[in-house]
């Protein structure tokens, strides 16, 4: 979990998220629809992007999980989320983690994302306050850059929040 293993026993039918939120205090990953159907809760197993509320905690054993708390390196931003607060794409928060999450594992499949491809990956990921143009400003500027998001936004630190247990 964000670089950090511990082992947890988890009832069977403990979803992900329920478990990120609840056992583990990380509250960055928000319950919305509970139905994998807004991306709040998206997550990245193993590098890809996932949601949370979809998959069962047992099912993330032995599997590198990072949530947002695991982004970049202690108190220091990600240059994507350095980005997001430059073109100001987040309104009330609650779909933020998620986008972030979404928009990192593109990053790390696609560089150089255009605009297009930007707004596919964020087709599954419902913002109630519609800053979307705002949040496709903000990846494809990183996505101009030619950094690899990735490797950028998970250091090998981990993140404020992530224990180990």
């Known amino acids: 979990m ?3 293993q ?8 403990i979803s992900l998220a ?13 319950l919305g629809c509970e139905h994998g159907v807004c991306g709040a809760c998206t997550v990245l197993l193993d590098g890809a992007a996932v949601r949370s509320c979809l998959m069962l905690a047992i099912q993330a054993g032995g599997r590198d999980v990072t949530t947002v708390e695991g982004l970049g390196s202690g108190p220091e931003l990600t240059q994507l ?3 997001f607060h430059r073109h100001h794409a987040l309104q ?7 986008v972030l999450m979404t928009a990192t ?19 599954a990921n419902l913002c ?3 800053g979307y143009q705002t949040i496709i400003d903000a990846i494809a500027e990183v996505a101009g850059s030619g950094v690899n998001a990735m ?8 993140g404020p929040g992530a224990r180990s247990e």
């Open 2 to 4: 964000n670089g950090r």
């Open 128 to 130: 109630r306050c519609t």
């Open 81 to 83: 989320q350095e980005a």
């Open 105 to 123: 594992a593109l990053l790390h499949e696609n560089p150089s994302a255009g605009r297009e491809e930007i707004r596919e990956a964020l087709s």
């Open 151 to 158: 490797a950028d936004a998970i250091a090998d630190k981990p």
């Open 6 to 13: 511990f082992e947890r026993r988890v009832e069977p039918r």
């Open 18 to 30: 329920d478990f990120l939120r609840d056992e583990l205090q990380l509250t960055g990953t928000k």
């Open 92 to 98: 009330c928060g609650f779909c933020t983690a998620g």
